[in-house]
């Protein structure tokens, strides 16, 4: 089983960078891959960007290709998301979440879920 708690959202304004981070507890972090999705008011939960377990292979949403980059560090069961060049558009609460599985976008293949961390971009 793993657990999950995302940090680091806030108030920034557009074009601005910020960085999520997700502490995992466990000792099995290094055998999910892991992924960030989002949900905007009255919209679904969309993914972002997904991590393999490995850490040697990434994948994005088209709208966030080239601005956001997801990494994990294994020996400390953590994975990041830096956003650059942030957007109105960009504004929900992020959640990280791990899968059993190799690769996926559909939120649910994901097992484990943190709370979320609200991202706010103000134009």
């Known amino acids: 089983q793993v657990q999950l708690e995302e940090s680091g959202g806030g108030l920034v304004q557009t074009g601005d960078s910020l960085r999520l981070s997700c502490a995992a507890s466990g000792r099995t972090f290094s055998s999910y891959s892991m992924a960030w999705f989002r949900q905007a008011p009255g919209r679904e939960r969309e993914f972002v960007a997904g991590i393999i377990w490995s850490g040697t292979l990434t994948y994005y949403a088209d709208s966030v290709k080239g601005r956001f980059t997801i990494s994990r560090d294994n020996a400390k069961n953590t994975v990041a998301l830096q956003m650059n060049s942030l957007k109105s558009e960009d504004t929900a609460v992020y959640s990280c979440?791990?899968?059993?599985?190799?690769?996926?976008?559909?939120?649910?293949?994901?097992?484990?879920w943190g709370q979320g961390t609200q991202v706010t971009v103000s134009s």
């Open positions: 979440a791990a899968y059993s599985g190799a690769y996926s976008r559909s939120p649910g293949d994901y097992a484990y």
